[in-house]
């Protein structure tokens, strides 16, 4: 039981680490495929941490994004992160539309 609190308790912090360390980075990024990267990075720490609002935001943020520098993988990203929240919160329809427009573009 101890070494199973000691490993969960390290994994949460190691999170909570990335987290932090992404938002850090992206406080300091300029408006560029990097952005991309960092936003839809944390788009996916959020959405697995079930706070599916933040994650919607933060890849809506990603596919705008993505369409200004024309990013086809960073849009694709966007797609599937979206889908992926759409899943969380039971909407399928949604999920499904979201994924079916991220094969084109890659």
């Known amino acids: 039981r101890v070494l199973f609190r000691s490993v969960f308790s ?3 912090m190691n999170a909570q680490s990335k987290k932090d ?7 300091k990024s300029k408006e560029d495929t990097n952005k991309v990267n960092l936003l839809s ?9 079930t706070n599916n609002d933040t ?4 890849s809506k943020q990603t ?6 520098w024309k990013f086809e993988k960073g849009l694709a990203g966007s797609y599937t992160n979206q889908g ?11 999920s ?4 079916s427009k991220s094969p084109f573009y890659l």
Not at 63 to 68: C, M, N, P
Not at 96 to 99: G, V
């Open 41 to 49: 990075a944390l788009c996916d720490i959020y959405r697995r941490e």
């Open 55 to 58: 994650a919607l935001l933060l």
């Open 10 to 12: 390290v994994g949460i």
């Open 21 to 27: 360390s992404l938002i850090d980075k992206l406080k």
């Open 96 to 99: 499904h539309l979201s994924e």
């Open 63 to 68: 596919e705008a994004l993505s369409i200004k």
């Open 84 to 94: 992926n929240v759409y899943m969380n919160w039971g909407r399928l329809s949604n």
